[in-house]
Every structure is written in C-alpha cells, then in structure tokens.
C-alpha cells in the first residue's frame, strides 16, 4: 500500500533552515508528482509546491518562492523540502502529499516549530 | 488565487443521520479541459487528511458509497448520511483547477 512517511518534529532557531524528508513507498515513485502544503490553525492549509520526481521540474505558490525549495531523491524514493530563514511564522505541520489536482495520498505530517 | 467558501463551519449529528456541507468557489472550477477538479478531504482528530471524492462526484478507492459528491460551476456539496463515529472530523474541500491549489477552510463535523 502507498506510504509517505515524514521525517521526526523539529525545534529550530529563527533565521536557520531546515530540511523536510518524505519516503515514499508502494507505488512507483517517479511516476506521480508530490507536493507539500502547510497547515496552521490562522491559516488553514497552504499549499507550497509541487515536484515532479522523475524530472526533478518544481512549481511553487508565489507565497512560498523563495522560501522553500523542493527535490528529491529518486535512488531512496524520497522527497525534500528545504525551509529557509525561518521566522515564527514558519512555524506550521507540513505535509507530503502525492498527487496532481489532488492529493491523494498524505504523509502523516512534521510539526515544525520555530522559537528562540 | 481562488477561494474556497465552506458552510457551516461546524455540525452537529446524530449517528445514523444525514448531512450536508456546501462549498462555493470564487471563480468556476470548470478547467480548459472540461473536468471539474473540486475535491473532498477529511481529517481525523490527530491525522492528516484524507482524499474522500475526486473531481466533483468519484469515490477514491476504498470510500464508502455512503459519501457523495454533486455540484458544477461554482457550487460543490458533499452529501453523508448514515453518519458513523469514524465520519467524525474536519472536512475540508480543495480545487485543482488553478494554481495554486486551494482549500477551504473546513467543516468540523460533531455529534449531537
């Protein structure tokens, strides 16, 4: 069965970056995009961006531009989303989600939180 | 962007009944291509959401036919009856029409 299974909680220091991982499994994985979205309680879910893992071609919400970036893996089936010059506001649970027009398999998600 | 408008922002139900959430879209969700790409999640206390209807009316795989979706245009309504206790949760619906994506900003669903 289709997997996505999200890295572990991360505690970061405003001004760093930090580095998302979904591993993906049960399904060919270059064969479908994924995406990252971002959920908060103000601001409900966001969508970042969107990967295409076997091109590696990107697309992001202008929102998110230039605040993350999105690769990936293909050798471990893994996908990464790379958070930088974090603020209090980066502070969110991300999600992988693969899919095109929708999102039809989630990963269980990363708190992130952002505090000095 | 388009946004997504869900009524009622809660719910309350009692197991075995019936519901209905609306869901209007700023601009229609019509693409160039002639599908519809409004979808229907739920999330779970403590999960991450689940796809439950795609592109207006289709089941995903495994969903029970006790969940439908209807609508056109600008108007989308996610129809649940028999209401069990796994139904519980927050349903949010999503289009994928434009770009970016966008949700709603859900629907929380409890027991009377």
């Known amino acids: 069965q289709v997997q996505l299974q999200q890295s572990g909680a991360e505690l970061v220091k405003p001004g760093t970056s930090v580095k998302l991982s979904c591993k993906a499994s049960g399904y060919t994985f270059t064969s479908n995009h994924m995406n990252w979205i971002k959920q908060t309680t103000g601001q409900g879910l966001e969508w970042i961006g969107i990967i295409n893992p076997g091109s590696g071609g990107t697309s992001y919400n202008v929102k998110f531009k230039g605040k993350a970036t999105l690769t990936v893996d293909k050798s471990s089936s893994t996908a990464f989303m790379q958070l930088s010059s974090l603020t209090p506001e980066d502070s969110a649970v991300y999600y992988c989600?693969?899919?095109?027009?929708?999102?039809?398999?989630w990963g269980q998600g990363v708190m992130v939180t952002v505090s000095s | 962007d388009v946004v997504m408008t869900q009524t009622p922002v809660s719910l309350s139900v009692s197991l075995g009944g019936q519901v209905s959430i609306s869901c209007r879209s700023s601009?229609?969700?019509?693409?160039?291509?002639?599908?519809?790409?409004l979808s229907w999640y739920l999330q779970k206390p403590g999960q991450s959401p689940q796809l439950l209807i795609y592109?207006?009316?289709n089941r995903f795989s495994g969903i029970s036919d006790r969940f439908s979706g209807s609508g056109s245009g600008t108007d989308f309504t996610l129809k649940i009856s028999r209401v069990e206790p796994d139904d519980l949760g927050v349903y949010y619906c999503g289009q994928g029409t434009q770009y970016p994506p966008t949700f709603g900003a859900g629907t929380k669903l409890e027991l009377k």
């Open positions: 601009q229609s969700l019509v693409h160039n291509n002639g599908n519809t790409y």
């Open positions: 592109k207006v009316s």
């Open positions: 989600a693969m899919g095109g027009r929708r999102f039809d398999y």
